[in-house]
């Protein structure tokens, strides 16, 4: 699981304008990781250093002493359910890119749904932050 008192937790989490760009970096891993031509281990290391990237494009800047693997994490984190799916998806990326790891389709299938997971994870988290239409007239 993610360690979120050393990525924290939600703080420093990006707002909604922010979040777009993350949805993004999501749904463009999604893609990756969905084109079966693509070799599978460029196709995980691509993968994350796009939500590396869209993590950076946020507006939220690194710490000083953490890498980009853990700027992502605490980025992507938004509560207690997002925790597993970053830990999967960081998990695979540090084994293939590190490890010399060959990933099989049950990982990709693995990494698919973690990002399907994070996509659900901030669309709730959008709709939680968004008032209401009765709470913004009273």
């Not at 304008?17 to 281990?41: F, K, M, N, P, Y």
């Not at 290391?45 to 000083?64: C, N, Y």
Request: glycine share 6%.
């Amino acid at each position: 699981p993610v360690d979120t008192a050393r990525t924290g937790g939600d703080a420093g989490a990006p707002g909604e304008a922010d979040a777009r760009v993350l949805r993004s970096g999501l749904a463009a891993a999604i893609q990756i990781l969905s084109d079966e031509d693509r070799d599978l281990a460029n196709a995980v290391v691509q993968a994350w250093q796009g939500l590396e990237d869209a993590a950076a494009a946020a507006g939220v800047h690194r710490r000083p002493a953490e890498t980009p693997s853990e700027f992502t994490a605490r980025i992507l984190y938004r509560s207690r359910r997002s925790a597993e799916p970053i830990a999967v998806l960081l998990a695979l990326y540090q084994r293939v890119r590190f490890g010399e790891y060959a990933p099989q389709a049950d990982d990709i299938a693995a990494a698919r749904r973690a990002l399907d997971t994070l996509v659900d994870v901030w669309r709730a988290d959008l709709r939680e932050r968004r008032p209401t239409a009765a709470a913004s007239s009273a």
